[in-house]
């Protein structure tokens, strides 16, 4: 099976030999040398495919992740593009040095469109192991720090932030049951210049990312946050996470999450506590303080990292991919893509503190995810029909960016303090409580507008636009979106 690469193409199946595909006309190799032959992966900035270098007598796999990522909004275009750009560079000095971080194989352009080619890892992600095999032990939680730790202390060695450490960006390699850190696709490469922290966009996945890292700072500590909670979802199998984190005091209440078969050193619980704590400074300072603390914990010699094996040695059939459940990082992939540059846009314009246009952004993804025009008039109805997962995210975007300021949540929290009282509370946001054409114009964009002021409600539609504020309220407290 050869795969075409076009992201256009109607019928993207071909022969294994295929060098035009049949349907498109486009070149299948990839630099003359890469066939893909499956995609394994879709995410906001393009696709990941399943390969094979054709210039090696053992055509063994590779990964090629390809940016498709099309926008008219030149600021967006770019920040994709330099963050494709800097995985590039990140995996050719990292890569090289570490057997348990992928080797970078090629960068190159083809068609306009950009392509990393990487090492492929065979194994299991943690992921897949948590649905596979269920929650994981003590001993395997150890373990894995063990492994990982090493790992992420390189790494931060080498001035480099990851950002984005969670199950799926884990593999437990099959030769060695060793763990390998993958997907470097936002991470930060930090030099002298102090500017580019406080101009860092505040990527990473959400609930994941460290509280400092949501607001565009990052340390050491961070990565070692993102971590602590990859520990604490795999002991406990909790989904969605958010359901273990504490808002009003600002700390992770697993322990009460765990299994009642579990059994859980003191020793342990304290080395997680330090990791997940709110505050960046509470925390372990370097993978090496973590490394330390574990020293007096003991696990058995049999207990090491137990995956589901993978029987197929290259170069048999194409590894099997298996699709895991939706999750709440991934659900907005399944958005079409303007829908994903949506977030991406919001994200830049709340960073920016460009509060309305933010404002119409947050409209225009807001009917993306209705799957209606952008800027069509939204009935109070449609809102329960808007999922959880992508309410809770653009709430926690408005939410981080405005110091708790804006958000749907500080609404509804307002709403309900006056008794839901739609009058009252118009005046405590200094909203019109009355529908008019000039309505937006006559709102405050700035910091200094009262809390709860923004996101707007110009995309309300319908005669009774006061409903859309006693229904969002509804929906919030359904999906358990709090302001924290």
């Known amino acids: 099976m050869t795969w075409c690469i076009n992201p256009e193409c109607k019928n993207p199946q071909n022969s ?223 989904n969605p996470i958010s359901n273990m984190y504490d808002g009003s005091n600002l700390c992770w209440l697993w322990q009460k999450f765990l299994p009642s078969y579990a059994v859980v050193s003191e020793g342990l619980i304290k080395i997680l506590d330090k990791l997940i704590n709110y505050k960046p400074i509470e925390r372990y300072q370097s993978a090496e303080e973590v490394l330390q603390a574990l020293i007096p914990l003991k696990i058995s010699i049999s207990s090491n990292l137990v995956i589901v094996p993978d029987t197929e040695i290259i170069p048999a059939p194409p590894p ?10 991934n659900e907005t992939e399944q958005l079409p893509q303007a829908g994903r540059i949506y977030y991406f846009k919001l994200e830049l314009l709340l960073e920016e503190k460009k509060w309305k246009e933010a404002d119409l952004v947050t409209w225009k993804l807001l009917c993306t995810i209705l799957g209606k025009p952008a800027e069509t008039l939204i009935e109070s109805n449609d809102i329960n029909l808007i999922t959880c997962e992508c309410l809770r995210r653009i709430d926690e975007l408005w939410i981080v960016k405005s110091s708790g300021h804006f958000g749907f949540s500080v609404q509804c929290q307002i709403f309900e303090s006056v008794a839901r009282d739609y009058v009252s509370f118009c005046q405590r946001v200094e909203w019109p409580s009355y529908d008019s054409i000039s309505y937006h114009e006559s709102l405050k964009f700035s910091d200094k507008a009262p809390a709860g002021h923004l996101p707007s409600r110009i995309w309300g539609g319908g005669d009774k636009f006061w409903r859309h504020l006693s229904v969002m309220t509804g929906k919030l407290a359904q999906c358990g979106i709090t302001k924290n």
């Open 16 to 238: 294994e030999t295929a060098e035009i595909c049949l349907s498109c006309n486009c070149k299948t190799l990839l630099g003359e040398r890469y066939r893909p032959i499956k995609i394994i992966g879709k995410g906001g900035f393009g696709r990941t495919f399943l390969a094979k270098d054709e210039h090696k007598p053992t055509k063994p796999y590779c990964v090629v992740k390809q940016l498709n990522f099309l926008s008219q909004d030149t600021e967006v275009l770019n920040k994709a593009t330099e963050l494709f750009q800097q995985e590039a560079v990140i995996l050719e000095k990292l890569g090289k040095d570490h057997p348990q971080i992928p080797e970078l194989l090629a960068y190159f352009k083809q068609d306009e469109r950009l392509y990393i080619v990487q090492e492929f890892i065979q194994g299991v992600n943690l992921e897949r192991s948590l649905h596979e095999q269920g929650v994981f032990s003590e001993e395997r939680i150890i373990q894995l720090l063990r492994d990982i730790l090493p790992v992420l202390g390189f790494v931060h060695k080498q001035k480099v932030y990851h950002r984005d450490i969670k199950p799926p960006n884990i593999i437990i390699r099959t030769s060695d049951n060793l763990p390998v850190l993958i997907d470097f696709g936002v991470a930060k490469v930090i030099n002298n210049d102090e500017s580019l922290l406080k101009r860092a966009t505040a990527l990473g996945t959400m609930h994941y990312a460290a509280p400092e890292q949501l607001k565009g700072k990052i340390f050491p500590a961070s990565d070692l946050y993102s971590l602590g909670v990859t520990c604490i979802v795999l002991m406990t199998g909790i």
């Open 320 to 329: 099997k991919i298996i699709e895991t459940p939706l999750t709440p990082d």
